[in-house]
């Protein structure tokens, strides 16, 4: 087995991706944030036996030889048609798929399954990307929607049946709905009052649960969408919570879905790799497998535990306020989190991050200006709980002088908050350009103060500025300004005067 750190004889440029790997073991050791499985073997131990045996030579394990009989991946066919009725039973849906692109490429999937140019998407203003771009790339029409804002905390709260029903009563002409739930921060939407409602209008319901896929699996999780009456297909990121590899998704078929398995196969089957990677199917199937049973089961539950004593542990810390929110049912394995010091100041999310990374190894999920969040995920061990549990009392006893020292920026990562994060109110896009029209045009770059002085010079609103780029932060990926969007005054509030600006050369 190869040791973290310790590969030898490679000796590519300092930047390129396999000199990465020497730089394994060298971050901090106890990851509190996706890919899920955090590094822990633990979570998929088949996987983790075949990797062992095949030891250096991974590659080997990997042809055809080894994977040969697996069969079709679309349409599937062989073991691999069999792997997916099983995920599909074990789910208790019409049909689960497996996805190689992410969510990202499932999403796109469902968009065209539920788009074309007779419909209109209600998507909520903070929509992941690819639901954006694959409904505009099938020739749908877009609303939008705009889920609450919290300025406190910084974070958009779910979307709600409101928002939902004022904007399908000003809009009759919406025939598909796409909610995000959970949100980044694990909060949920009500999903069956959602789908009791859209069943009721004949709309059709995308759940975008990329951040949900430990939910199946354990019954003291919130809703995810799959076997609720009115959703019609839900999509999971199965790395991010559940697991899995990098990369890997599921997209789901709800029994009572209004879209056919032909349809959704159709849909896939268009950008479905003819050579995927079996070492990540195989790490789907794993996953879905072990943690439907009673080991997965455990696993999650110890998990569950951990994230409780940590919450416990920090409501009685003084200077700590836990992030909850009443009457919105929450993902109880994340932990976010604001700290006052003994002097009334407020840390940054920032400092808050330094100082359990500097000092204790642990890497939170995220942090915003004003908080952190840390994720027990699937594969959080006892050391990691050790280590938040002291990096959290020993924060606390620090004295201010001491404190300021060690939160100070010590990794350098200059993520333009300001610009990105506090991205409320963002105003309804106006398309200047189709998507399908954009890849034809020229492209140029100004910078974008420039841009700004000549916008601020045209009170008529006669120039047209069309972005030929998606700036949008990440996570949890609202889009800023998208591609083909003509470029408003408003925008300059979350863009940075410095940076250059891509346009098309429309005129
Ligand atoms: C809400 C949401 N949907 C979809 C995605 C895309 O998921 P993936 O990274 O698996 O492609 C993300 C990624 O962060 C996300 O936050």
Redesign the pocket.
């Known amino acids: 087995m190869v040791e973290k750190g310790q590969v030898k004889g490679v000796d590519g440029p300092a930047d390129s991706n396999y000199n990465l790997i020497n730089q394994l073991g060298k971050g901090p050791k106890y990851s509190m944030h996706m890919p899920g499985h955090c590094g822990n073997n633990e979570v998929t131990p088949i996987l983790n036996q075949f990797l062992k045996e095949y030891g250096g030579n991974a590659i080997e394990g990997t042809t055809d030889e080894v994977f040969g009989t697996l069969g079709n991946y679309f349409p599937p066919s062989g073991i691999m048609k069999k792997s997916l009725d099983q995920a599909a039973e074990l789910y208790g849906t019409k049909c689960t798929y497996y996805g190689i692109?992410?969510?990202?490429?499932n999403?796109i999937s469902a968009t065209r399954c539920l788009g074309g140019n007779k419909q209109v998407a209600l998507l909520q203003r903070n929509?992941?990307r690819?639901?954006a771009h694959g409904f505009r790339i099938s020739g749908a029409r877009l609303r939008f929607s705009y889920p609450d804002y919290d300025e406190e905390h910084t974070l958009f709260k779910p979307l709600t049946l409101d928002q939902i029903k004022a904007e399908v009563e000003q809009n009759c002409d919406i025939t598909v709905v796409v909610v995000?739930t959970p949100?980044?921060e694990g909060l949920t939407a009500d999903v069956p009052a959602i789908a009791a409602y859209c069943k009721l209008k004949g709309l059709r319901l995308l759940i975008?649960g990329?951040?949900g896929s430990i939910f199946p699996f354990h019954d003291q999780m919130p809703h995810t969408g799959i076997g609720i009456d009115g959703v019609d297909i839900v999509?999971q990121?199965l790395?991010?919570a559940a697991g899995a590899f990098s990369?890997a998704?599921v997209i789901h078929l709800n029994k009572t879905s209004s879209i056919d398995r032909t349809q959704l196969e159709t849909a896939l089957f268009i950008t479905a790799s003819t050579s995927p990677s079996n070492l990540l199917l195989a790490s789907i199937e794993e996953v879905i497998v072990r943690n439907f049973s009673k080991e997965g089961k455990d696993m999650i539950s110890k998990v569950i535990g951990f994230a409780t004593q940590a919450k416990d542990t920090i409501r009685k810390l003084p200077g700590y306020q836990l992030w909850e929110f009443p009457g919105i049912p929450q993902d109880p394995t994340k932990v976010c989190f604001d700290y006052t010091g003994p002097n009334g100041k407020k840390l940054t999310g920032e400092q808050i991050r330094n100082y359990f990374r500097e000092h204790f190894s642990v890497d939170p999920e995220e942090y915003t200006p004003t908080s952190v969040l840390f994720s027990f995920h699937i594969g959080t061990t006892e050391a990691t709980l050790a280590n938040f549990l002291a990096a959290a009392q020993t924060l606390h006893t620090e004295t201010e002088e001491k404190l300021l020292f060690k939160c100070r920026t010590l990794c350098e990562d200059i993520r333009p908050h300001a610009f990105h994060k506090n991205n409320s109110p963002l105003q309804t896009p106006v398309y200047a350009v189709d998507l399908q029209e954009c890849f034809q045009l020229k492209v140029k770059s100004y910078p974008a103060w420039a841009i700004k002085q000549s916008l601020e010079s045209d009170p008529y609103d006669k120039q047209l500025w069309v972005s030929a780029q998606i700036i949008s932060p990440?996570?949890?990926?609202c889009i800023v300004v998208d591609i083909g969007e003509k470029i408003k005054l408003w925008h300059f509030k979350f863009l940075d005067p410095q940076q250059e600006l891509l346009v098309f050369e429309v005129n």
């Open positions: 692109n992410g969510s990202t490429g999403l929509t992941h690819s639901v995000t949100t980044y975008d990329a951040h999509v990121s790395h991010k990369q998704s990440c996570p949890p990926g």
